[in-house]
Each structure stands twice: as structure tokens, then as C-alpha cells.
């Protein structure tokens, strides 16, 4: 009886929520899609620019890593956690469709660039640090080298 009722539940939970999702990031529903591959997602919704931001901000009310940055075109949502998914960018002016909406995939690509610029930064402020070192000790040597000089 007990593995009816598990293979029951697996059949049943998945239809409870009739949410769509990409990569585990939420739809809006009743959108209409432009172009769906392996690692991006476009589509474009009726709904209005302040009401695709509150879908989304509801929906991810609940995920600690999420970032939301507003700038003059777009609306860049990012997830900094182990989410499939990279970023949701929202455009704000409207198509003849309606808001465009991105959900793009996290790829290596993009965590190897953003370690080797980290990589590099090290060593640049490293640099910067060691020639100030140099300069400051210049100027100290030389000016104590001065005032031993008018001392002897």
C-alpha cells in the first residue's frame, strides 16, 4: 500500500503547482515565448513593467542571494547563491508584445572570468601597495640622509 501512495505522490506533486519555471527561476504566466535554449530563456509578457518587478520580487522574496540592480533600461536581477539560473533582466520599455523578460543560465564561463579578474586585482593592488612602499621609502631615506648630513 505504501509504495501506491509514493508513486501517487510522485505523479500528483509535480501537477499541484501549475507554476512554470526555467532553471528553477519563476515565469510569469501567460507569456509568450520568443526563444528557449539549454541556457537562456526569452519571452515577453502583457503585464505591465511595476507588475513583472512585483511578480518577481514576490517570487524571490524567500532566496537570500538575490540582487536587484535598476538601472535606466533594464532591471538586472541576480542570484549570488547555487541557483541554475544567473540573472532575470527585465527590460523596462515595452515591445509591441509586451515587457521583455531574460532568465539566463550560470556558466563557467562567466564564475572563470569573475575569479581571474579577481585574480588580477590582487596583484594590481599589490603593485599599487609595493610602489608606494618604494616611494615613501625614498623620500624617508632621503630626508634622513639629510639630517645626518647637517648633523655631522
Keep these: 500500500m505504501k509504495k501506491y501512495i509514493i508513486v501517487l505522490l510522485f505523479i500528483l506533486l509535480p501537477a499541484?503547482?501549475?507554476?512554470?519555471?526555467?532553471?528553477?527561476?519563476?515565469?510569469?504566466?501567460?507569456?509568450?515565448?520568443?526563444?528557449?535554449?539549454?541556457?537562456?530563456?526569452?519571452?515577453?509578457?502583457?503585464?505591465?513593467?511595476?507588475?513583472?518587478?512585483?511578480?518577481?520580487?514576490?517570487?524571490?522574496?524567500?532566496f537570500e542571494n538575490?540582487?536587484?540592480?535598476?538601472?535606466?533600461?533594464?532591471?538586472?536581477?541576480?542570484?549570488?547563491?547555487?541557483?541554475d539560473w544567473h540573472s532575470i533582466i527585465i527590460s523596462k520599455e515595452p515591445t509591441a508584445e509586451g515587457i521583455t523578460v531574460v532568465i539566463s543560465?550560470?556558466?563557467?564561463?562567466?564564475?572563470?572570468?569573475?575569479?581571474?579578474?579577481?585574480?588580477?586585482?590582487v596583484f594590481v593592488v599589490l603593485l599599487v601597495l609595493y610602489i608606494g612602499m618604494k616611494v615613501s621609502g625614498a623620500i624617508i631615506s632621503s630626508s634622513v640622509n639629510k639630517a645626518e648630513a647637517k648633523k655631522a
Design 16 to 62: 499541484v503547482s501549475f507554476a512554470e519555471d526555467f532553471l528553477g527561476a519563476p515565469v510569469v504566466p501567460d507569456s509568450q515565448t520568443v526563444n528557449k535554449d539549454d541556457s537562456r530563456f526569452t519571452y515577453t509578457t502583457p503585464l505591465s513593467y511595476d507588475e513583472v518587478i512585483a511578480f518577481y520580487q514576490e517570487k524571490l522574496s524567500t
Design 66 to 83: 538575490i540582487k536587484y540592480r535598476d538601472w535606466e533600461e533594464e532591471t538586472y536581477i541576480e542570484d549570488d547563491g547555487s541557483m
Design 105 to 121: 543560465k550560470d556558466s563557467w564561463t562567466w564564475i572563470m572570468g569573475t575569479l581571474i579578474l579577481r585574480y588580477i586585482a
